[in-house]
């Protein structure tokens, strides 16, 4: 898979999974992709203070993103 489909797969997944984070008053931007396999995302809103977040991002965010693109090896949460 190249680095347009894997960006294009990953957006797919983020928006998978976008409605749940914003019932709870978050959201989640892409911020890139590092080597076609670590992508990295800033999660927003109530999700940047969840105290659960990492575990939103391991068991929500990246198996939602490992199953448009299984070759994905981490997603990371990049704070600002």
Do not use: W
């Not at 928006?15 to 992508?39: A, H, Q, S, T, Y």
């Not at 391991?58 to 198996?63: A, F, L």
């Amino acid at each position: 898979m190249n680095s347009e489909e894997t960006r294009l797969n990953v957006v797919k997944a983020l928006d998978e999974i976008r409605p749940f984070l914003e019932n709870d008053g978050g959201n989640i931007n892409l911020i890139g992709i590092e080597n076609n396999e670590i992508v990295k995302v800033q999660l927003v809103g109530a999700c940047s203070s969840c105290s659960v977040n990492q575990m939103t991002l391991k068991s929500g965010v990246e198996m939602t993103i490992k199953k448009y693109a299984p070759h994905i090896q981490s997603v990371i949460n990049i704070e600002v």
